[in-house]
């Protein structure tokens, strides 16, 4: 389960960040999950209660789920998800454009 080790970072990452702002409180974390990112996201969110410790102890984790996107590499049209894979312009091959990502896309935290 590599959803442990990543969310073990992610919250190092957390920890840093409030810490270096003098956090008393991290509230909340947004995070986008791609669907071709190979991260389970009801896996990542177990994960993610089993290391809610220290400033992270209330947090909320939410989860938001990125769809797969193509786009042609020489048009830069946008490539439907349904196969042939091809630009229906230029019959170039498509190209993965996103939902392979995993960011950290905010934190809320309570500073003094």
Do not use: K, N
Request: aromatic residues 4%.
């Amino acid at each position: 389960m590599h959803e442990y080790s990543l969310v073990r970072a992610l919250a190092d990452r957390v920890e840093e960040e409030a810490r270096s702002r003098q956090a008393v409180a991290v509230h909340r974390l947004t995070v986008a999950i791609g669907a071709v990112s190979g991260v389970e996201p009801a896996l990542f969110e177990t994960a993610f209660s089993l290391c809610r410790e220290g400033i992270l102890a209330d947090a909320e984790l939410e989860i938001r789920r990125v769809d797969a996107a193509w786009s042609c590499p020489s048009c830069g049209r946008a490539v439907p998800s349904d196969p042939p894979l091809r630009c229906a312009v230029c019959g170039e091959a498509a190209r993965l454009s996103g939902g392979d990502e995993l960011i950290l896309e905010q934190i809320e935290m309570e500073v003094p």
